[in-house]
């Protein structure tokens, strides 16, 4: 898993100089001191150490002890962001409620799953999670491959017919439009997942224990996401590369054991497969 102390999740950059310029905190331990002074004055839990702080780009990930047990807390200083993440926070007490194994966000005393706080260095947005133990997703282990393929199913009927507008992911990556052999979708679009793979699917054995970070949901139809999960499945943080067709394959029959794929569906999957396939790697 990710190493304990201060570290970057995928760039080459000091992560202590990360860490002042973008969140003006000094170092790991003054970090480890902020977060638990804002875990009792906002949330009213009392924090017991910090193990493991990760920054990714404008975001931070941070592992906490606390009364609470063991916690993970989310912050982010993309402040254009802060809507969209409160929402996608929300969705995930939905989601928990509706029965798909997610990190259901620990409210503040008044019922806030997400707060904006003044940080060091400016305003920074926060959640706190319980942590979630497991093993990321291995594509190797066949069994865990069609669960992970069942939970996208799953996922995908507890998020049919929810709307929030603050979801809405401005994605840079390159999108299947007008590809050859796909016939027009007889679904309507949906909120999708839109980055299902390793490094956001935990596992204990061939169960399925937690899937996690919404931050890039977006609106597509069902059968683009299984596609593009289907090929970035192996991937965790870096190298974005295919799957081999016999973890497509065993994905697919996973997720067809909760939902079918309509006659379109079906016409579409392997023409998007292709798409996919040739645009990974970006």
């Not at 331990?29 to 906002?42: D, F, K, N, P, S």
């Amino acid at each position: 898993m990710l190493p304990m102390g201060l570290s970057m999740l995928w760039e080459k950059t000091e992560p202590e100089q990360a860490l002042r310029e973008r969140f003006g905190l000094t170092g790991f331990e003054a970090a480890g001191e902020w977060v638990g002074e804002v875990l009792g004055a906002v949330w009213g839990i009392e924090a017991a150490g910090c193990g493991r702080l990760v920054i990714s780009d404008q975001n931070a990930i941070v592992w906490m002890d606390s009364d609470r047990g063991p916690l993970v807390v989310k912050w982010s200083r993309a402040q254009g962001q802060f809507d969209r993440l409160e929402a996608s926070t929300g969705l995930l007490r939905v989601l928990d409620e509706r029965g798909v194994p997610v990190a259901a966000p620990i409210p503040a005393p008044d019922g806030r799953v997400r707060v904006v706080v003044d940080g060091p260095a400016c305003e920074l947005s926060l959640a706190v999670l319980p942590e979630v133990t497991g093993d990321w997703l291995d594509v190797e282990d066949e069994d865990a491959v069609r669960a992970a393929g069942a939970c996208l199913a799953e996922l995908h009927n507890a998020l049919t017919g929810y709307d929030d507008d603050r979801l809405i992911h401005n994605d840079t990556r390159p999108r299947p439009t007008g590809v050859p052999g796909v016939p027009p979708l007889d679904d309507a679009k949906q909120p999708v997942h839109n980055d299902f793979r390793a490094a956001n699917i935990l596992t204990r054995g061939p169960k399925i224990v937690a899937v996690l970070d919404f931050d890039e949901l977006a609106w597509g139809h069902r059968v683009e996401d299984l596609a593009q999960a289907a090929i970035y499945l192996g991937t965790r943080f870096t190298n974005w590369q295919p799957t081999s067709p016999a973890v497509r394959r065993t994905f697919r029959e996973g997720y067809e054991t909760v939902r079918p794929l309509r006659p379109a569906e079906d016409r579409a999957f392997e023409p998007l497969l292709r798409w996919y396939e040739q645009h990974s790697g970006f």
